[in-house]
Each structure stands twice: as structure tokens, then as C-alpha cells.
């Protein structure tokens, strides 16, 4: 499991878990991987936003098990996997907030243009 902590640019701040690529803060701008998928430029911003706005994020990968390492007091959890949504929602406090992060296509759009894409392989392979 890799953990990043960014620190907040406010007083008292609250605190958040993100469940994304927390490589995404430790690398370089400029680094290859921010060139492919938009997702590590999402993440980035997310936690950039995060901070600015007076939240202390510890972020962790989308598929770690978030519930045996952290204190149940969180203010709020995004979380970009349904694994990780249903630990990490145990996670926060009564009055925080859980928010899911989807950054993949709904299951019946994926599988309909999955089933569609192999239709017109095997058309063309005969």
C-alpha cells in the first residue's frame, strides 16, 4: 500500500482520504504517465483542490484495502472503486461525506460496446 499525506494550506483543517493514484503527487508534472490517461491530472487537481479548500488528504491506491491502516474520524472519503466505497465509507465521521468518484464507463455502456466491438471483429475475420 503507498500513502501520500498533503498537507493543508489552511488552519484546522479537516481531513479527507482519497482513494486514487497517489502517485499522481509524487510525480514530477512532466512525467510520461501525465501525457497518457487524464486520470492522474484528475487526481492531481483533486487534491490540489482539496487542499486549497482546507482539507489534510491521505491518499492511497484505488485498489488498497483502506480499512485496517486508518482512524475512523475522516470528513470526507472519495473513493473511484465500489470496493473501496464500501470500506472507506466506514471510515468517516456521522457528518462527513462519501463521494464516488467513478472514472470508468457504466457497466451497461462497457458491456454494449464490448459485445458491439467483438460483433464487427468476428464479421470482419468471418
Avoid at 481531513?15 to 487526481?43: I, M, R, W
Amino acid at each position: 500500500m503507498s500513502l501520500i499525506h498533503i498537507p493543508s494550506q489552511k488552519k484546522n483543517p479537516k481531513k479527507a482520504l482519497v482513494s486514487y493514484l497517489p502517485e499522481s503527487y509524487s510525480l514530477p508534472p512532466d512525467h510520461p504517465n501525465f501525457f497518457g490517461h487524464s486520470n492522474f491530472q484528475e487526481c492531481r487537481t483533486l487534491l490540489n483542490c482539496l487542499s486549497e479548500a482546507g482539507y489534510c488528504c491521505d491518499v492511497i491506491g484505488w485498489m488498497d484495502d483502506v480499512e485496517p491502516y486508518f482512524d475512523k474520524n475522516y470528513d470526507l472519503f472519495i473513493g473511484t472503486s465500489f470496493a473501496s466505497l464500501m470500506h472507506g465509507r466506514k471510515l468517516v465521521h456521522k457528518k462527513g461525506k462519501v463521494i464516488a468518484y467513478t472514472t470508468t464507463a457504466h457497466w451497461l455502456f462497457h458491456n454494449t460496446s464490448e459485445y458491439n466491438r467483438l460483433s464487427l471483429f468476428r464479421e470482419r475475420r468471418k
